[in-house]
Nanobody, 124 residues
Framework: VQLQASGGGLVQAGGSLRLSCAAS????????TGWFRQAPGKEREFVAT????????NYADSVKGRFSISRDNAKATTYLQMNNLKPEDTAVYYC??????????????????WGQGTQVTVSS
């Protein structure tokens, strides 16, 4: 499956952004999708995942209550709504996918497919 992320940008602290990840090439509903992020000099870290039906969602503690993951299976697209952004949210955000209906892992090595990344910068 090919993934194309978009929606990043520069925003002030307290602002909002919505990231999108469009998938193509395979049956979208066969895949769990999610988001990771990587700040300069840091490891890639888990942000959120969503199962194939869109019912089961998991979040990193650092974004819980501020970020919301969703998906539109008809459009083969996964979204990440980010509210109340903080400077520490600054990173390149990557969308990811793994075959399976309800897989969950916080380890980036467990995911098979990755988008190209979109930069999110939050100014203080």
């Amino acid at each position: 499956v090919q993934l194309q992320a978009s929606g990043g940008g520069l925003v002030q602290a307290g602002g909002s952004l919505r990231l999108s990840c469009a998938a193509s090439g395979r049956t979208f509903t066969n895949y769990v999708t999610g988001w990771f992020r990587q700040a300069p000099g840091k490891e890639r870290e888990f942000v959120a995942t969503i199962n194939s039906s869109g019912v089961r969602k998991n979040y990193a503690d650092s974004v819980k209550g501020r970020f919301s993951i969703s998906r539109d299976n008809a459009k083969a697209t996964t979204y990440l709504q980010m509210n109340n952004l903080k400077p520490e949210d600054t990173a390149v955000y990557y969308c990811t996918a793994r075959y399976g209906s309800s897989f969950y892992s916080r380890a980036s090595s467990d995911y098979d497919y990755w988008g190209q990344g979109t930069q999110v910068t939050v100014s203080s």
